[in-house]
Every structure is written in structure tokens, then in C-alpha cells.
């Protein structure tokens, strides 16, 4: 079974496995879904230790080639990763439209999004989102905590953070479905105009919580994106926390060179 390691011999044995097992990934050997050869499997083909194995397994789950479930094994990745256009999915015409950004995003990447809403409701600001809101730490907020999917796997949990005074008189802000253009739409129609978003982006390994909410392997990378929705008048009216599987996104932005 399999092609032969394509790394020059001299590289290491773990390096040299997962490098074969990457090119039977790339050829259609080993297909979507599939699950990897046993580590006395891959140990037959390409000589080695277990402790080779399973270094060169985890050199394929950080290149984002296969994914890891305890008890089970290791299966090639389902799914390519959704292209995020960041300068793209908070558009205006997309919220006239209907689409909130995460159904735009979707769409673009010609995938079927679902989402799990978690919780809505009041919550304590935590420090970091008080200090970004511009209110003392524990002042009352709206939170709406939700799971996105993308072809029904996990691909990020997110977090809005809004102030009080601002969305106690939307009813739309309470409920899980918010409306058609999603909870942008509903903030602009209430005279909150948005001008900007400014987002802060990070790489870190998941913790376990994030591991098991997103069905993660163990170890795996994640993106920690926290944006904030700036109005014209210069107000932050959304601190929006989010976590993504970074196998699954490719953050694109459009920067312009003029001043």
C-alpha cells in the first residue's frame, strides 16, 4: 500500500513518514474521511518506532491534513479551509440583502452554514471587553454566545459583547434569530451607524474546553479573533470574541495604500 517517503533520507524518520503519508493524502490514496494506518501499519511500510509514528501523525495534524480522536485514530480532513474576506463579508449591501456576515462568508466559500446559539442574555463585562466598550468592568451586557458549522462541522465559537443602554430597547437583540443582515442590521436601524471594524488576531493552541466544542485533536491551533463594530460617531458598540479552528479559515484582507 503507498508510495515510498519522498523526504531526502537524510531528513529524520518521523519527517520521512509523514511526508509519505502526506503524498498517499495528495494522490487520493488515502481519501476524505479515511482513517490513517495503524501505527504497526505504518511501522510495516516505513520501518521506524511508535514514537516516530506518532511524531510524524502530529506533523500532519499541524500541516492540517488529519485529525485526531481519542480512542479512535487519526482520519484524513473532510473539508478544505473557508476563505474568510475580511474586507468583504461586513458590507453594507450584504446586511440590505439579508445576510449576516457569517452567511455571506459561506456563501462566498460555497459551503451550507448553521448555527447554535448558545446562550443571549445579560452578563457581567469581563475586564478585557469592559476596557474595549469603554465601561467599567462588570457593567452590564448583552452576551450572545454562538457555535457557527460550516457543511455541519464545527468551524468557530464567537461571543458578542454589547452595551446595555444601547440594545435594551431592541427586542431583536434578545432573540436568537435577530433578523435578516443579522445584529449589525438591527444596530444601524436603530441609528447606530457603523464606520469600522477594527480586529486583533492571534494564534494559540486550544484549551480543552475550545478542543471539545470545536472537535479538535489535541494540540490543534486555533485563531483568537476579537473585533470591534465602531460607529461614526466614534463609539464602540460591539466587542465581538471569537475563536476558529485555524485548519478550517484563511483570513484575506484588502489593505489600501493611501492614507
Not at 9 to 32: C, F, H, M, N, W
Not at 164 to 174: N, Q, S
Request: hydrophobic residues 35%.
Amino acid at each position: 500500500m503507498g508510495t515510498p517517503a519522498a523526504r531526502d533520507s537524510a531528513a529524520p524518520k518521523y519527517l520521512q513518514i509523514a511526508d509519505g503519508l502526506a503524498q498517499q493524502i495528495r494522490e487520493g490514496v488515502l481519501t476524505p474521511g479515511e482513517q490513517v494506518p495503524s501505527e504497526s501499519e505504518v511501522i510495516k511500510q516505513y520501518g521506524g518506532s511508535v514514537g516516530t509514528v506518532r511524531k510524524a501523525i502530529a506533523e500532519l495534524r499541524t500541516a492540517g491534513l488529519v485529525e485526531t480522536h481519542h480512542g479512535r485514530g487519526s482520519f484524513v480532513k473532510r473539508r478544505p479551509p473557508v476563505r474568510r474576506k475580511s474586507s468583504d463579508r461586513f458590507r453594507r449591501s450584504h446586511r440590505k440583502a439579508g445576510k449576516a456576515a457569517y452567511l455571506a462568508e459561506s456563501e462566498q466559500a460555497g459551503s451550507t452554514p448553521s448555527v447554535n446559539v448558545l446562550y443571549v442574555g445579560p452578563m457581567d463585562a469581563p475586564e478585557e471587553i469592559a476596557e474595549r466598550l469603554a465601561v467599567e468592568p462588570g457593567t452590564k451586557v448583552l452576551a450572545r454566545r454562538r457555535l457557527y458549522f460550516s457543511d455541519g462541522i464545527p468551524t468557530e465559537e464567537a461571543t458578542s459583547y454589547l452595551p446595555w443602554d444601547v440594545v435594551k430597547d431592541i427586542p431583536e437583540m434578545f432573540a436568537e434569530n435577530p433578523g435578516g443582515g443579522g445584529i449589525y442590521a438591527r444596530l444601524e436601524e436603530h441609528g447606530n451607524t457603523l464606520a469600522e471594524y477594527v480586529e486583533t488576531v492571534r494564534a494559540r493552541l486550544a484549551t480543552k474546553q475550545e478542543t471539545s466544542g470545536l472537535s479538535l485533536s489535541p494540540g490543534s491551533p486555533v485563531i483568537h479573533l476579537v473585533r470591534e463594530a465602531i460607529t461614526d460617531t466614534g463609539r464602540v458598540v460591539e466587542v465581538c470574541d471569537t475563536v476558529m479552528a485555524a485548519d478550517k479559515f484563511v483570513l484575506d484582507y484588502r489593505i489600501t495604500a493611501g492614507d
